[in-house]
């Protein structure tokens, strides 16, 4: 009985370190601001945009997401995604916002920084009860380039997207509407 008892606590013990190094956290969250600007059949329309990083996804995670897309395509990323941790929130005017799961940081060669982030999107009430084709585009993704001049940061937003494997081989993204502009980026404190 101790013997059960010991082994049933280790495996929690393990199973919650595992849980708790699926994120970098970070020493302080990062706000970011900005506005979302329209480009096409979306020209015109703006909206505020703010995002809260309080961790970034570790290897793992990006391993997790390439096998889970290798093994059951754009259902299978959405389902992973589902299973991580929040590592912050994005908000966009008009929304209630949600939760981010997966936030790539990589340095760039001029000092810059570039950030990818990837969540589940929230799907309206009106879209998954009359099974419109925009229900079909599961995933949001957010690229930012923060710059080291002020002013200088930029990005895109793409609310709803897929992933697909195309005739050659290759892995796209499919939007479901033109992307929007992300313009007069800053970070808060």
Known sequence: ??????????????CLAATATSAQKLPKSI????NAMGTSTQLGRSASITIIIQALSVPADQKILIDAFKA????????????MPSKGRIAITGTLGGDLAYIRKIPLPDG????RLITNR???????????????????????????HKGKSSGTLMPATKL???????TEIELFQFPW????????D
Do not use: C, P
């Open 1 to 14: 009985m101790r013997t059960a008892l010991s082994i049933s606590l280790l495996v929690i013990v393990t």
């Open 31 to 34: 706000y970011i601001q900005g």
């Open 72 to 83: 059951k395509g754009n259902e299978g990323l959405v389902n992973a995604l589902s299973k």
């Open 112 to 115: 810059s920084v570039k950030l």
């Open 122 to 148: 929230l799907l309206r009430f009106g879209e998954v009860w009359a099974d419109t084709r925009s229900s079909d585009y599961e995933l949001s993704a957010v690229e930012i380039v923060m710059s080291k």
């Open 164 to 170: 697909k494997v195309n005739k050659e081989g290759e």
């Open 181 to 188: 502009k992300l313009v007069n980026l800053r970070v808060r």
